[in-house]
């Protein structure tokens, strides 16, 4: 079966440094998205991997190994608005996404 | 340009009732693919349709029907509702078949069965 796994929930604290992990195992790869989503709200894009290595927009950076199965996606400068729940989700070999259940998580003052 | 927009954005329905859920792609797009997001829980594909053809399905059941019109616009029906269908249902629009660009949603509708 199709597999991607994310913790359930996260805490840190403004201004801080945090990693959220996703693992997986799909049938085939074509690309691993992360995307934030708001309590209430539609989710919405935050990165695109396709190959190894480490991809920076600002204060997010997410990161892919495809022979581990591995990405994380890491947060800086943490702010009270990133608070929200964090998807990861594979393309498969059907071009089809398979997401995880999300990573909520939670920032303190 | 306008954006991914839903309707309703929310409806109450009972058990063995039939629902229709609108969707109006970002202007551009020609790829619609329908989620639905338990809560508490990352969404779960649907089906996707590209130029008025379904060419994917997740693991639904068929009487999650769908289909795509000449403006790219879709709905995605429900037939014989039963409890576990409550749910966010939410539709996404890209361009091209194969989703390796970004996905814009629509803010869901929410749909309770009772």
């Known amino acids: 079966g199709q597999n991607i796994d994310q913790p359930t929930e996260m805490t840190a604290t403004e201004g801080a440094i945090v990693q959220i992990n996703c693992t997986y195992q799909?049938?085939?790869?074509?690309?691993l998205f992360w995307y934030q989503q708001h309590a209430g709200e539609a989710p919405t894009f935050l990165s695109y991997?396709?190959l190894d290595g480490l991809e920076e927009k600002g204060r997010f950076s997410s990161f892919l190994s495809r022979s581990k199965g591995y990405s994380y996606l890491l947060l800086k400068e943490l702010q009270m608005k990133d608070s929200a729940s964090y998807l990861c989700?594979?393309?498969?070999?059907?071009?089809?996404?398979?997401w995880g259940a999300g990573t909520k998580l939670i920032i303190k003052p | 340009e306008t954006g991914v927009t839903q309707s309703p954005t929310h409806l109450i329905k009972t058990r063995g009732q039939q629902v229709t859920l609108r969707c109006s792609s970002q202007?551009?797009?020609?790829?619609v693919s329908w989620y639905q997001q338990a809560l508490g829980q990352g969404p779960q594909f649907i089906f996707q349709?590209?130029?008025?053809?379904?060419?994917g399905r997740g693991n639904f059941p068929p009487r999650f029907s769908g289909l795509q019109f000449p403006n790219y616009s879709s709905e995605l029906n429900v037939n014989a509702l039963e409890l576990d269908d409550s749910a966010l249902y939410l539709c996404?629009?890209?361009?091209?078949?194969?989703?390796?660009?970004?996905?814009?949603f629509g803010e869901g509708s929410r749909l309770t069965v009772l």
């Open positions: 202007s551009g797009h020609n790829t």
């Open positions: 991997n396709v």
């Open positions: 349709y590209y130029r008025e053809e379904e060419n």
């Open positions: 996404a629009s890209s361009l091209g078949a194969e989703n390796t660009g970004e996905l814009f």
């Open positions: 989700a594979v393309l498969d070999s059907n071009y089809q996404l398979i």
């Open positions: 799909t049938s085939g790869f074509n690309g």
